[in-house]
């Protein structure tokens, strides 16, 4: 399982900064608008200290980081669903990420134009949701039409859709009200629906807002208006042109600049980690001499569905697990040691794993 995020945003704001800092890619980064066509996608590494621990310890031949894929398209305008600017085709390359991260321009700089001659992130977050809210009521139309005539044929599958129906009435009236899907309460039922059909404002959002180095400096923060645009969504503030001087740099210098900024981490570490909690996720690790490697999970995952990110048989054929937190793994310096301690926990089908958990998994025939 990995994580996927889509990168949208007005045209020139810095999206495909951001996706080179990320992915070492190299992809066009112009001052104009609609610089980039074709999309872009690159996957990169989450970068995660306990692999490089645990691999030193066990002395693994190989080290696999969690990775995340990105992608990153064309520009939206005012008017895209109506064919403005390239459009809004760009949209169907991340139908099917997990979350949307939107650049949002706060920087000031002359001789970079904004395609509305102004900085008003609120403003740019309205009309780039305007646009989604648009394509998500296309896709909801379809759906209904769809439904309503398979809703007319006595079979099972005739009554899912009359089912279908009530909810994607639910999504049509909040859509043309404006409002993007998220900012319902969906249920289980409702939720899968969104997925199915890949709603965009279904999506979990993430807010990149780039400011310059001044105002990362004077330590920027949103002002109501922008929060309340915003909602309950999380946001990264970060100078997407920094994160890719940085992203080019040696470790040490790295540390320098962040100090400089008095920033714990880099703003691309604190949009990955952002990624992760925002969609409920964790991770979790194997160690041994041929690997450590990093797994991705949901919070709340059972030890077994949890192992079939290592395998797909593992969930169905789970006997039990030996499960030890990183830390305390690292502490004994290694799995004997640990074991000779009773650090070890054997666990079954019912544990529920754990950000850090270290695991051993033994499986049936
Ligand atoms: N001053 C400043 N300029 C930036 C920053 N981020 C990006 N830029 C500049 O803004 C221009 C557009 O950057 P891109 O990354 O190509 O923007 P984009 O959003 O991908 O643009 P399109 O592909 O055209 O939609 C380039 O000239 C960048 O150097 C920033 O944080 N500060
Ligand atoms: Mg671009």
Request: glycine share 6%; charged share 30%.
């Amino acid at each position: 399982m990995s994580l996927s995020i889509g990168i949208v945003g007005l045209p020139n704001v810095g999206k495909s900064t951001l996706f080179k800092a990320l992915t070492n890619k190299q992809v066009d980064i112009q001052n104009y608008p609609f610089t980039t066509i074709d999309p872009n996608v690159g996957v990169v590494e989450v970068p995660d200290q306990r692999v490089d621990a645990l691999s030193l310890m066990s002395n693994s031949k190989k080290k696999i980081y969690a990775t995340v894929e990105f992608t990153d398209i064309a520009g939206l305008v005012k008017g895209a669903a109506q064919g403005e600017g390239l459009g809004n085709k760009f949209l169907a390359n991340i139908r099917e990420t997990d979350a949307i991260a939107q650049v949002v321009r706060a920087f000031e700089d002359k001789n970079v134009t904004h395609v509305h001659n102004r900085i008003d992130p609120a403003e740019d977050i309205e009309i780039i949701n305007t646009e989604l809210v648009f394509a998500d009521s296309e896709t909801v139309q379809k759906k209904i039409e769809k439904s309503e005539k398979e809703s007319k044929s006595p079979t099972p599958e005739g009554k899912k859709a009359t089912l279908d129906l009530v909810i994607l009435n639910k999504f049509k009236q909040q859509l043309d009200a404006g409002r993007i899907v998220s900012s319902l309460e969906l249920n289980e039922g409702e939720e899968q629906l969104a997925k199915e059909i890949n709603l965009l404002t279904a999506k979990k959002f993430i807010y990149v807002i780039n400011v310059s180095e001044e105002q990362l400096m004077q330590k920027w923060v949103p002002d109501e208006k922008l929060k309340k645009t915003m909602g309950d969504a999380p946001w990264v503030v970060m100078n997407n042109k920094l994160e890719l001087t940085l992203s080019d740099t040696s470790t040490v210098e790295k540390e320098e600049y962040l100090k400089e900024f008095g920033l714990p981490e880099s703003g691309l570490d604190l949009l990955i980690k952002t990624g992760y909690k925002t969609l409920g996720l964790l991770t979790f690790l194997t160690t041994g001499e041929d690997e450590t490697r990093a797994w991705t999970a949901y919070i709340g995952d059972l030890i077994p569905k949890a192992s079939k990110a290592i395998h797909t048989d593992f969930e169905r054929l789970f006997i039990r697990a030996e499960v030890i937190n990183w830390k305390t793994l690292l502490e004994s310096s290694s799995w004997s040691g640990a074991r000779g301690k009773g650090l070890i926990k054997t666990v079954g089908r019912d544990y529920v794993i754990q950000e850090g958990d270290v695991v051993e998994i033994l499986i049936g025939k």
